[in-house]
Each structure stands twice: as C-alpha cells, then as structure tokens.
C-alpha cells in the first residue's frame, strides 16, 4: 500500500528554507522511522478514523500542529477525519515527546512493537517547546530529541499498525521549531505507508521535503 504525498505548502518550505540560511551551523539530524504492521491488518489506510491524545499535552500549540500534521498524513492516505467514534472507526491514537539528549549520542527507547505501549513524554514544559533552555548542546551538534508515534487500532481495538518517528536537532534549528517538526515527522512516519514491517530507517529532512 502506498501514497502520494503533497508537496509542502510553498511558504511553509519558503520559511524552512529562510530558517535554514538564518542558521548555518545549526545541527538536524535524520529522521529514523520504525513501523510494524498487524499480521491481518484487514481495513488499513481506508474508512473513518479519529484522533485521541492518550498522554495529555499541556502546550495547545504542540497538541495543535501535531494533531493537523498527523490529520494531513491520514487524509492523503484515504482516511476521512471524524471527530467521534462509531461503528467501524478506527483509532489513530498520538503521542509525541521532546527530550534533552544525554551526553554525545540520542537515548534511544526499546522499539516499539504492535499491541505494546507507548512512551510518555514531556511536551509541554520548557523542554517541550524548545525555547529558553541550555542542554551545552551547542548550535552544531543535538541537543534534544522530538518523537511521534502513533498506533492505529480498529474499531474493536485491535492494532492494525504503529510507527515512530525521532529527529534529533540543536535548540537553534528550524526544524525545532514546533510547526516545522510535526510536520516533517509526520511526513517520514507515513511515507510509503505502511512501511516494511519492522524496518527501520532514516530520512533526512531533505527526502523528506522532496517527496512528491
């Protein structure tokens, strides 16, 4: 199964890419997508779907842009967004997290897995929002970590497919900014959906951007 992805809106990669010369030297890292697949996973990618939060996330604006990025993805799948549950919808359930990265490399969580949980994050806090906090991580090397996961269920609640996405960036990149990374991680965790069971792999924010 796969999609065909829109190309970003012109001033949304017009302002990336003015963010992106303001801020040379600045450091983004890769995406890495990892994506499981039920083994009858009889429905995916068409019918009704709804969005829920299960963590809740204090910042409205972090709630917000993850919430219309992730819509966006399952929209251009064949999904059609409702706002409540019924009778054959399925359940898109969204959790994102931004974390300061210890030491020199990203801590990295247990993979996530079909019908496993889902880590908490701390999206919210000064943390969450990327803007007046010192990680000593510098403008040119990671210093926080953005995560989007999320696991579609069926109606009856069984898990059809789960994915999650990381992107590790310095505190001055654009693609800290919380418009610009729930839109880019979106992006990577739905590209070629469903993805290769169990794969993982890494997109640079460039692919990304490319994807037609």
């Known amino acids: 199964m796969s999609h065909a992805r829109r190309p970003l809106q012109l001033a949304a990669a017009t302002a990336l890419a003015l963010g992106l ?3 040379a030297g600045t450091y983004t890292g890769p995406v890495e997508v990892t994506r499981f697949i039920a083994e009858n996973p009889d429905g995916l990618g068409q019918g009704n779907i709804t969005l829920v939060f299960p963590d809740q996330i ?9 919430a219309g990025a992730v819509a966006e993805e399952l929209g251009t ?3 059609e967004l409702v706002m409540t549950e019924g009778p054959g919808t399925q ?4 959790r994102t997290s931004r974390n300061p990265i210890e ?3 990203v801590r990295r969580r247990s993979p996530v897995t079909v019908g496993g949980g889902a880590s908490t994050g701390t999206y919210g806090s000064g943390v969450g929002l990327g803007i007046g906090i010192n990680l000593g991580g510098g403008e ?3 210093a ?4 989007l996961s999320v696991r579609i269920s069926s109606a009856g609640g069984d898990t059809l497919w789960e994915g999650r ?8 990149s654009p693609y800290s900014e919380v418009d610009a990374s729930a839109r880019t991680l979106a992006a990577a965790l739905f590209r070629d959906f469903p993805g290769g069971n169990g794969e993982t792999v890494q997109l640079t924010v460039d692919e990304i951007e490319r994807t037609p």
């Open 21 to 23: 010369g303001a801020c």
């Open 140 to 142: 040119r090397g990671p």
């Open 58 to 66: 204090s910042n409205e604006r972090v709630r917000s842009a993850f």
């Open 165 to 172: 996405a990381e992107l590790p960036t310095s505190v001055k």
């Open 77 to 79: 799948l064949g999904y």
């Open 144 to 147: 926080v970590v953005t995560e």
């Open 91 to 94: 359940v898109a359930s969204v």
């Open 103 to 105: 030491g020199a490399g």
